[in-house]
Each structure stands twice: as C-alpha cells, then as structure tokens.
C-alpha cells in the first residue's frame, strides 16, 4: 500500500521560505514522478512542481519556477519543496502525489496523494 505524508507547513510572513517534505512508502512506480500540488480556498487543485522518480529530472509551473526547488533524498524516502520569496498568493493547501509517467502536469494523472499541509502567508 502506497502512503504518502506531507509536513512542514505553517504561518509564514510574506518573503520568507519555507521547506515542505513528502514522505513515502509502500510499492512505487519505478519511473513516473512524484510532484507537488496546491489548492487555495475556491480554487481548483494546481500543479505546482515535480521530480522524475528514476532520472531526477525537475519541472515547474510557470508561478513556481524561480522561487521553488523539487528535490527528494532517496535513501530517506522523502521529497522536498523549497519555498522562497512567498506571498499571499502561496496560501494553500500543498500536497505530494505520485504519476506513473514523467512530465504530467494534471491532477488527475497523479496516482497516489498524502493529505496535504496547510502554508499560509501573511501579508
């Protein structure tokens, strides 16, 4: 069985960084990506970043590149999202899912999804 487990968010200032972690465990697909996802109160669930699960490869959303880092640490079964320069805007719920193909930007391509963690920034 596939689990998935964010942690890291929190009340931030608007400027500052923060570090989410994913994580996982269970029977994943050797290949595909493990991504990161956000969905802000009325808005539907957007795709925010991903990291291949075999070459490492990373790809961003438009709004995420530049500010955002995807990185896993194999050996701890974990996946990251560095956060900097955040803003109001960031405020969502962020969660860590899993696609059986590299490149999916689509929530509904992602297999697997943790529960999520909430990051707010105040302005």
């Known amino acids: 069985q596939v689990e998935l487990a964010e942690s890291g968010g929190g009340v931030v200032e608007a400027g500052a960084s923060l570090r989410l972690s994913c994580v996982h465990s269970?029977?994943?697909?050797?290949?595909?990506?493990m991504g990161w996802f956000r969905q802000a109160p009325g808005k539907e669930r957007e795709f925010v970043g991903a990291?291949?699960?075999?070459?490492?490869?990373?790809y961003y959303a438009d709004s995420a590149a530049g500010r955002f880092t995807v990185s896993r640490d194999i050996p701890k079964s974990t996946m990251f999202l560095q956060m900097t320069s955040l803003n109001a805007e960031d405020t969502a719920v962020y969660y860590c899912?899993?696609?059986?193909?590299?490149?999916?930007?689509?929530?509904?391509?992602?297999?697997?999804w943790g529960q999520g963690t909430q990051v707010t920034v105040s302005s």
């Open positions: 269970g029977p994943l697909p050797s290949h595909g990506a």
């Open positions: 990291i291949g699960r075999s070459a490492g490869i990373t």
């Open positions: 899912a899993v696609a059986r193909r590299l490149g999916e930007r689509v929530a509904d391509e992602y297999e697997y």
